[in-house]
């Protein structure tokens, strides 16, 4: 466990551009695993969390320290160093990257919304996060699309973060498509979000259910899914959202030991909760929570002449939680 108080600090990436050094999919994905290593070339240091080969090539999935951003690249492109999750921990601890998880992590005793559950306190505007669980329903289009309508004068393209599921991204092919579409024609700028791969949700307390439900395999959730995700030319972030924001210490512990960070949420609006200056808002846009849906456009609305002023923005959080630890 990472221990520290739980502070204000300016927020994290969440979300985060994923400058991804390769656009097309990976269909032949083997040996993927965990794996930790200094990752050199000559110009940046970076930490490679992944590997995994594909078309007889090796890879690593690369996190940027500092930015918090991450790409696939080539392993012959670097010189390495293998660590174990402790090394990367100590070596870089000063890091915003580091230090992220340390605000993460303390709060794991929450059955409910652990980790990091607001961005950037002071800040006029607020981090948009969209789940997208498992549904049999269509996704929610006008919400993107009345992102990119309010804020294309202001924010082209305008950044937020979808928490994508592994069985929602099985069963909409279109609409993933749509989304990556959107990104191509720089209308939005998507941090692809971890969300779990199964998703699974019963009908017991909280302390057995989503993935503290008993058999839970976490190599499947996690991993998995972030194969999915590259054998759709999506770049996995950093980031990771507890289906249902249910975790406890253990599995907190467990999610950080893969070089994720949690992400909570202080305004999740079907729950009524309201977004405040820095707010991480939370909707889901798998066609099952309307009432969120709604509310989040009356809130452009109700902001438009705001967001025309740019005095309410929306935060690419990853660059915020950079300039915080720069301080």
């Not at 965990?34 to 690593?60: H, M, P, V």
């Not at 498509?177 to 199964?198: A, F, G, P, Q, R």
């Not at 406890?248 to 729950?271: E, H, M, Q, R």
Request: one cysteine or more; glycine letters at 6%.
């Amino acid at each position: 466990m990472i221990a520290t108080r739980f502070s204000h600090f300016v927020f994290f990436a969440l979300l985060f551009l994923y400058s991804n050094s390769f656009a097309q999919p990976f269909n032949n994905i083997g040996h993927y695993k965990t794996n930790f290593s200094i990752a050199s070339n000559g110009t940046e240091k970076l930490i490679a969390i992944r590997s995994f080969t594909n078309d007889s090539q090796k890879y690593f999935l690369l996190v940027n320290p500092t930015t918090l951003d991450t790409k696939v690249d080539l392993a012959s492109h670097y010189s390495t160093s293998s660590l174990q999750w402790s090394n990367v921990l100590a070596i870089f601890k000063n890091s915003p990257y580091i230090r992220s998880l340390e605000i993460a992590t303390a709060k794991d005793w929450q059955l409910q919304n652990a980790g990091i559950d607001h961005a950037i306190p002071g800040e006029k505007g607020i981090a948009l996060t969209i789940d997208l669980c498992p549904s049999h329903k269509s996704l929610d289009r006008i919400i993107f699309q009345s992102v990119f309508d309010e804020f294309n004068k202001t924010e082209q393209p305008a950044p937020l973060a979808i928490s994508a599921s592994g069985k929602w991204m099985l069963k909409h092919q279109d609409d993933l498509n749509w989304l990556k579409s959107l990104v191509d024609k720089k209308e939005l700028n998507i941090t692809w979000v971890n969300h779990s791969y199964n998703h699974e949700v019963n009908s017991l307390p909280l302390a057995e259910n989503f993935l503290l439900a008993p058999g839970t395999n976490l190599d499947v959730e996690v991993l998995e899914n972030e194969k999915l995700m590259l054998k759709n030319g999506l770049t996995p972030s950093v980031f990771f959202r507890f289906p249902g924001l249910v975790s406890d210490k253990s599995i907190v512990d467990k999610i950080t030991a893969y070089g994720l960070i949690p992400i909570g949420s202080d305004a999740w609006l079907a729950k009524g909760q309201q977004p405040n200056a820095g707010s991480i808002v939370l909707i889901h846009g798998n066609g099952n929570e309307e009432i969120g849906v709604k509310d989040f456009i009356q809130l452009l609305k109700n902001k438009k002449a705001d967001v025309k002023n740019k005095q309410w923005l929306l935060f690419d959080l990853r660059q915020g939680l950079e300039k915080e630890f720069d301080r």
